[in-house]
C-alpha cells in the first residue's frame, strides 16, 4: 500500500499552498493594474515548493500552476481550452518550472549530502579521538602493569647477587621472582592473544571436554589467592552434565580468568562460587545490559531450544555499574582506568573470554544489580560438534 511519509506530506501541501497563494495574488494585484504578466507569481511558487519539497512537489505546483493559469488567466477564462499562443506560453512556463524544480532539487540534495557528510565528518573524527584516547591510556596501563613485576624481580634479584639473605630471606625472593615472572608472563600472553584475535588467528583445538575436570583445574590454580583473602570458593556440579565438543585449554582459560576476577573484586571474607549445569530451552536471560553485550554473531534463539552446559561464576564482591555493564566485554575498555586505579589489570580478560565462548558457539553474560552488590557471569556452551562452529566470523 502506497503512503505518505509526513515529510512528502507537508512537501505537497506546500505545493497547493503556495499555488494558491499565487492565484489569490495574481488576481489582487491584476484588478490593481499592478501586474498584467501572468506566469512570475507562479515560477515563485514553483520555486519555492522545489526548494522545501524536491523535484515532485515542485512538479506538482508547476502542473496546479498550469491548469490555474488555463482556467482562470488564460481565454477563454473558465475552461481548460486555450488559444495557440497561449499554448506557446503555457509550454514555456511548464519547461521553466521543471528547469526551475531540477536545478532546486539538486541543489536541495548537495546540501542535503554536505550535511550528512559533515555529521559524518565529525561522528569519525569524535570516534577517532576517543580511540586515541582509550589507546593511550591502554598503552600507559600496560606500561605500568609490565614495569611493576619487572621491579620487584629486579629488587629481589639484586639482593641475592649481594649475598645479603640468608637461607630463609632466599626462598621468599625466589618465590617472589617466580610470582612476578609468571604475572609478567601471563600479561603478554594476554596482549599475544588480543593481537591474534584482531589479526583472526586466535586458534583451538576441538575434543571431547570434561567441563568439571576444567573447573576443578582452575579452582586449583586460585585457591592460593581465594585463601590469602579468606574467602571462600565454592563449587557445585551438576553430575548429568555431559561432556562438551571444545578446546580444554582455552575453557580453562575463560574459568581461571572468571575466577581470578571474581576473588581480585571481592572483599576479604567474601565468597566466591562457580555452578556447573545441564539446561534445556531458553534459560535466564540477563537483564538488559547483559543481553545488550551479545555480539551480532550470536547464533540465534533457536538454538538455545537444544540443551546445552552452563557455567556461573557468582560473588560477593564490589559488583558491575549499571552503566559499564554493556560494555563489560570490549577491548581497551576498564571501569576504571586512571593509574590510581585500587585493582590492577590489563583488562582484556574478558574480551579474550568472550572471543573463546563464541568459537564455541556459546555465549557469555554478565549480571549484578550495581555497585557493592556482586556479579555473575553465565557461559553457555552447546554439547556436540555440530554446533560448535560459530556463524561467520
Not at 50 to 58: D, L
Not at 213 to 220: C, P, S
Not at 274 to 280: A, F, G, K, T, Y
Request: aromatic fraction near 8%.
Amino acid at each position: 500500500m502506497w503512503r505518505l511519509r509526513r515529510s512528502q506530506i507537508l512537501g505537497y501541501s506546500i505545493a497547493c499552498f503556495s499555488v494558491l497563494v499565487a492565484l489569490v495574488l495574481k488576481l489582487l494585484l491584476w484588478k490593481l493594474h499592478r501586474l498584467n504578466s501572468i506566469y512570475p507569481l507562479f515560477l515563485a511558487a514553483v520555486m519555492v515548493s522545489s526548494w522545501y519539497g524536491g523535484f515532485k512537489p515542485g512538479l506538482v505546483a508547476t502542473l496546479l500552476s498550469a491548469i490555474v493559469c488555463a482556467y482562470f488567466l488564460l481565454p477563454p477564462l473558465d475552461s481548460l481550452a486555450v488559444s495557440g499562443f497561449s499554448v506557446v506560453g503555457l509550454v514555456q512556463f511548464v519547461l521553466v518550472g521543471l528547469l526551475i524544480s531540477s536545478l532546486n532539487s539538486a541543489l536541495r540534495q548537495a546540501r542535503s549530502q554536505k550535511e550528512q557528510l559533515l555529521r559524518s565528518e565529525q561522528a569519525a573524527r569524535a570516534e577517532a579521538e576517543a580511540a586515541n584516547r582509550s589507546k593511550d591510556e591502554f598503552l600507559a596501563i600496560v606500561s605500568h602493569e609490565l614495569r611493576t613485576p619487572m621491579t620487584a624481580i629486579i629488587g629481589w634479584v639484586g639482593m641475592l647477587q649481594t649475598g645479603m639473605l640468608d637461607n630463609a630471606k632466599a626462598d621468599v625472593a625466589l618465590e617472589t621472582i617466580e610470582r612476578n615472572a609468571k604475572l609478567q608472563m601471563q600479561l603478554i600472553e594476554d596482549l599475544l592473544d588480543i593481537s591474534r584475535i584482531v589479526r583472526g588467528e586466535l586458534s583451538v583445538s576441538f575434543g571431547w571436554v570434561d567441563l568439571a575436570e576444567v573447573i576443578t583445574a582452575a579452582v586449583a590454580v586460585v585457591q592460593s589467592l581465594a585463601d590469602a583473602k579468606t574467602i571462600q570458593l565454592e563449587t557445585i556440579f551438576d553430575d548429568s552434565v555431559n561432556p562438551i565438543w571444545g578446546d580444554s585449554d582455552r575453557l580453562q582459560q575463560v574459568v581461571l580468568n572468571l575466577l581470578t576476577n571474581a576473588i581480585k573484586f571481592t572483599p576479604n571474607g567474601g565468597r566466591v562460587e562457580v555452578r556447573l549445569s545441564q539446561r534445556v530451552g531458553m534459560g535466564e536471560q540477563g537483564s538488559k545490559g547483559a543481553e545488550e553485550q551479545r555480539s551480532k554473531r550470536e547464533i540465534s534463539n533457536d538454538y538455545w531450544l537444544l540443551p546445552y552446559t552452563q557455567i556461573q561464576v557468582s560473588d560477593t564482591g564490589n559488583g558491575i555499574s549499571p552503566d559499564f555493564l554493556p560494555y563489560l566485554f570490549e577491548r581497551f575498555c576498564q571501569a576504571d582506568s586512571t593509574d590510581t586505579r585500587s585493582n590492577k589489570g590489563l583488562g582484556l580478560g574478558l574480551a579474550i573470554a568472550r572471543h573463546v565462548i563464541e568459537l564455541h558457539g556459546g555465549t557469555i553474560t554478565a549480571q549484578s544489580k550495581g555497585i557493592g552488590k556482586g556479579a555473575t557471569f553465565t557461559v553457555r556452551l552447546p554439547f556436540t560438534k555440530i554446533f560448535s562452529i560459530p556463524p561467520c566470523l
